[in-house]
């Protein structure tokens, strides 16, 4: 069966593509929520904020592109949720092909459509003033840190996807994820947070990364941020493949 | 003869509820074997278990000489599934999902395989629309056509006319009996008497987690007392006045 493995991946990734093709309100709602926040920050509370930084939509994009990101696997559980209530699944399961395959099409689908939310809201960014004198490397690593952290997402994503009781449910999971920006140092620095929540906040994993692609968009030194940062994506990418994969497993017996 | 299909001592348990309690048949090669029970008698999961969607609890059943539970891969070779509710891409048109199969089952030329599936089943027209705008029985005749794709030598329609027209219906026997009669085995379950009395070789019936009676047509019917001759006119059925009335290829 193994010898089938990329084939069969490659067709049923091809069919999940179409899926979003065929739903493109998908990515634009997913890019539609983030844009609109970054609106009403640079524009409404933007003024008031101060950062220490002379742009704040570069100051705020790279906690948005994770917030993108969040919305964005919302979906990913939806499609995986709709593929085992309405039977393709098993259909699937029930036909020689590398099974894991099934999975493993859902996964980089996620990917693709999240990449392409991420470029339009990097577009959007760019019309409102975002400008980084970052060079080929620096945005490589960006996007290396933005593909870790949207596969360690969506295999969180999968594991609703597959085992949620209805639609409500396989989406519900995604709403925490998008307040985590909040309580980071996405919107405003965490020097002016009181006591606990600065604790909680500088230690959360969402300010590692929005600090280190941060420091990556203006050049500034790197420290100890980035590897904070890919530490946190490639654990929660351990652990979330681990359980995802368990149920899985359980699912198809 | 060969048998296709073996089950012995079949047994499955969800939590509490024992399903199936020891169930045995077995099905040969290139007839039609119907699976009759009323509503949670166990059907679908006797082809679950078959299909290798679902693990027994107990027993042994063998699909074209493998094990289900020992070489699933092979026995995933063998078969199809329908399965009782349309299992189909509703975001795919419908040759898109022909397509689709054809490629998962690695063969040559899946555009000439959908069109003549189309055809076969009186989709043609509808090939370039999705599913979601199909009527109940569109998706399942595209369901069963998915089904046959690839032909395997084994065949499990769970249901497959439930809420089909009485054309569709007879469409789906016609199907059928074409593939027995080219050698493919065909197990299917169904609660309409009718159908099964139409269409099977030989009958089961599942009750209370077994095996109540299990024959050829004329094999239960001698389970019953000797009928009396009564004369009757011949009236023609609701059956027979529906088709003549929306007119019918047959
Ligand atoms: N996943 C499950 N968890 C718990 N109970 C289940 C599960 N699947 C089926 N059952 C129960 O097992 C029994 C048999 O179900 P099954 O679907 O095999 O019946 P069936 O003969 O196909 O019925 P129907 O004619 O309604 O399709 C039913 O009582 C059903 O409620
Ligand atoms: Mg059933």
Known sequence: MRKHFLGDTAVLLGRSMTHVT???????????????????????????????????????????????????????????????????????????????????????????????????????????????????LAWLAVAGIMILFTLALTWLAVIPGLTAKSVEGAGVFAYPLMFLPFLSSAFVPTGTMPGPLRAFAENQPVTSIVNAIRALFTESPLGNDIWIALGWCVGILIVTYAFATAAYRRKIA | MTTVIRVQGMEKSYKDLRVLRGVDFEVAKGSIFALLGSNGAGKTTVVKILSTLLKADAGTATVNGFDVAAQPENVRESISLTGQFAAVDEILTGRENLVLV???????????????????????????????????????????????????????????????????????????????????????????????????????????????????????????????????????????????????NH
């Open chain 1, 22 to 136: 065929r739903s493109v309100d998908t990515i634009i709602t997913t890019a539609i929520m983030p844009v609109a926040m970054m609106l009403l920050f640079v524009y409404v509370f933007g003024g008031a904020i101060s950062t220490g930084s002379p742009s704040y939509v570069t100051y705020l994009l790279p906690g948005i592109l994770l917030i993108t990101v969040a919305s964005g696997i919302s979906y990913t559980a939806f499609r995986l949720f709709t593929d085992m209530k309405s039977g393709v699944f098993e259909r699937f399961h029930s036909m020689p092909i590398a099974r894991s395959s099934v999975l493993w099409a859902h996964v980089l689908t996620s990917l693709v459509a999240n990449l392409i939310s991420l470029v339009v809201v990097v577009g959007v960014a760019l019309i409102m003033g975002f400008r980084s004198s970052a060079g080929i």
């Open chain 2, 102 to 248: 054809a490629k998962l089952r690695h063969l040559k030329d899946p555009g000439t395989i959908a069109d003549t599936l189309l055809g076969r089943f009186s989709l043609a027209d509808a090939g370039a629309r999705k599913v979601s705008t199909y009527s109940g029985g569109m998706r399942r005749r595209l369901d069963i056509a998915m089904s046959l794709i690839g032909s395997p030598p084994v065949i499990f329609l769970d249901e497959p006319t439930t809420g089909l027209d009485p054309q569709a219906r007879i469409e789906v026997w016609d199907a059928v009996r074409e593939l027995a009669g080219q050698g493919t085995t065909v197990l299917l379950t169904t609660q309409y008497l009718d159908e099964a009395e139409h269409l099977a070789d030989r009958i089961a019936i599942l009750h209370e987690g077994r095996i109540l009676v299990h024959g050829t047509l004329a094999e239960l019917k001698q389970l019953l007392p000797p009928a009396t001759v009564e004369y009757v006119e011949k009236q023609p059925s609701l059956e027979d006045v529906f088709l003549s009335l929306v007119g019918t």
